[in-house]
């Protein structure tokens, strides 16, 4: 596990670190007596912003790499720091963490990106910080397990700063996670981060900042970050965030002008993807047809004749596009005539005859563009849902 954790830990750029709390304002004046805590100290970038603009707080720091707190520790010499590995289910009994528990005012945080279990720290963590809805959850990761750390430690009316990736915020498998926290919490800001954010890494993440136990608000500031600077922001009604919390999809919500339009599933289209993936077709060695197929432009093609085999085809008048892929969401194609298997990264639309050049027009335009990138979700490889799929405005 450690050395999994050390590959997984993202450091926080400095521009996200001071962006992340300076949107915190957990005190309105003086910060003489307050507590933090700073769960995946990591090399310091948040608790560097944290102290400089607490000066007079008392910071607590936690990470799972004896290394780097050896030398954290050299830069932060008032702040008192504990190698915990808080993914273990011992974390959620040791001495310290039951000592800070409901103590904390502020809680900055940068957690790990790793898959995880819906295991007996993760359900005793939910009771603790009464989101007992959420051990309904099928999948839970990581950055999860940290953020109900972090609400554990926190005293109510306690702000929380956390950077969570894209899956937390837009996935639909974490719709009940979001639909307890905006119901249990203040959410008063989540702020997209640029893509790219992290070096060497092509991971969507967010800024999420809280109040624990707070009455919420009638709505929420969802935002656009360049930077270590704002560069859009909305405001939505808290009753439509469960759904999803990012600004690319509330900033393409706002604007859209949706007159004379239908959605897929409205004219009739079907969408499937492919029953296999391209390794297995590789392996059997016959041709077929993947996201790498797609062109960068949009345009009609011609695919080889092949047999079925049972597989599932793309066929004449079919349109093909990409279900996964963060360089190739959003690309798409019309076969003119052949056929080929597709793979499971490849959804093939089919729709009623009078409707092909109208959905073949809508799909190719600026519009569905925006409409891609407003709606695609995933940390590192993005996907687009069959169900948004077929909410896909055709213009007629």
């Not at 912003?49 to 910071?59: L, N, V, Y």
């Not at 560069?231 to 706002?254: P, T």
């Not at 993936?277 to 790498?292: K, P, R």
């Amino acid at each position: 596990m450690q050395r999994i954790m050390n590959l997984a830990q993202h450091f926080t750029p400095n521009p996200h670190a001071s962006l992340l709390v300076q949107k915190m304002h957990p005190f309105a004046g003086d910060n003489k007596g307050m507590n933090g805590v700073d769960l995946g100290a990591g090399r310091g970038a948040l608790l560097y912003s944290a102290t400089r603009e607490w000066k007079k707080a008392s910071f607590f720091g936690v990470d799972v790499s004896p290394s780097l707190l050896k030398i954290i520790r050299r830069h932060f010499p008032s702040v008192r720091f504990r190698c915990l590995d808080l993914l273990n289910a011992k974390s959620l009994k040791s001495k310290i963490l039951t000592d800070l528990a409901e103590s904390r005012d502020v809680a900055v945080c940068n957690p790990p990106f790793l898959n995880s279990c819906n295991d007996a720290l993760f359900r005793d963590l939910c009771r603790a910080v009464n989101l007992k809805d959420c051990c309904k959850m099928s999948v839970v990761t990581s950055d999860v397990i940290f953020l109900l750390h972090n609400l554990r430690l926190l005293k109510k009316g306690g702000t929380l700063g956390i950077i969570l990736p894209d899956g937390l915020i837009t996935g639909k498998k974490f719709q009940i996670l979001r639909q307890s926290l905006l119901s249990n919490h203040r959410i008063e800001a989540v702020i997209q981060l640029p893509d790219n954010s992290f070096p060497g890494i092509e991971v969507t993440t967010h800024i999420l900042i809280l109040r624990k136990d707070m009455t919420p608000a009638a709505s929420v500031k969802i935002m656009q970050a360049g930077t270590g600077r704002i560069i859009g922001e909305l405001n939505v009604e808290i009753s439509a965030l469960e759904q999803r919390m990012d600004y690319s999809y509330w900033h393409w919500k706002f604007i859209a002008t949706h007159a004379n339009t239908l959605t897929l599933a409205e004219i009739g289209a079907d969408a499937h993807r492919g029953t296999r993936s391209q390794l297995f077709f590789e392996n059997l060695g016959i041709n077929y047809f993947h996201t790498t197929g797609l062109p960068t432009a949009p345009k009609r093609i011609t695919l080889q004749r092949s047999k079925s085999l049972g597989f599932r085809m793309a066929e004449s008048q079919d349109i093909l596009t990409a279900r996964v892929g963060k360089r190739c969401i959003g690309r798409v194609t019309f076969v003119r005539k052949g056929n080929l298997p597709i793979t499971d990264c490849i959804y093939r639309v089919r729709v009623p005859k009078r409707w092909v050049n109208a959905v073949w027009r809508s799909l190719i335009s600026d519009k569905a563009r925006d409409w891609f990138s407003a709606h695609s979700h995933g940390i590192c490889a993005q996907v687009i849902s069959k169900s948004d799929l077929l909410n896909f405005p055709v213009d007629y």
